[in-house]
C-alpha cells in the first residue's frame, strides 16, 4: 500500500507540475538583455531597461542596442538620445551618419542634458554633422561645463583645444573636406 502510494506520488508530480499556472511562466528570465530587449520592443521603458543598452552595445550588439536605445529615447531618455548619436557618428548597427549623430547630441541638450550639450557643441564647433558655428558651439560647451561636466570644463581650461578631448584616431573624421 505504501508502495503504491509512493508510485502515485511520483508519477502524478510531473502533471500536477503543469498545473500550477497554465497563463504563467515559471522563473523567467529577468535580467538578461534578452528580456530587456523584450521589454522595450513592447513599450516599456525605465532607468534599468534603458541603461542595460550601455552594456548590450559593449558587447558589440549594436543593432541590438540601437533598438533599445531608440525605444528609449522616444520615451525622454537622453542618456540613450547621446549613445545613438555615438552609435551613428561610428556607423555602429547602422550607417555612418553625422548629421543624425548631431540632431541626436541636439536633442538631448535641447533637454537639458550635459553630455547632449557638450556633444553638440563640439558639433557646432567641428561643423561636423551640422554646420559649423565657433561661438554657439563655445555657448553649449560652456552650458556643459556650468552642469559641472568635468571634460567640458578640461576644454575650456584650454581656451577649447579640440585637440584636448578627441582621439588622435578620430582626426581623419574631423578634417575638412575641402
Known sequence: MR???IATIVFAGPTLAEDVDPGGTLNPQELTWESMLDRANNGETGMVIC??????TKKGEHEAARK????CAR????????WLSQLDNNGLG??????????WDKRAADLGDPVGKFNYGLN???????AKDE???RQYVDEAAKDGLAVAQRLQNTDYDLDEVTPDADNWK???LF
Request: aromatic content about 12%; charged content about 15%; cysteine-free.
Open 51 to 56: 541603461s542595460t543598452g550601455y552594456a548590450i
Open 135 to 137: 561661438a554657439l558651439g
Open 3 to 5: 508502495l503504491a502510494l
Open 94 to 103: 547602422g550607417d555612418y551618419d553625422p548629421d543624425a549623430a548631431a540632431a
Open 124 to 130: 557646432l564647433m567641428r561643423g561636423h554633422g551640422i
Open 68 to 71: 533599445l536605445f531608440e525605444a
Open 174 to 176: 574631423y578634417a575638412p
Open 75 to 82: 520615451d525622454g531618455y537622453t542618456g540613450t538620445m547621446t
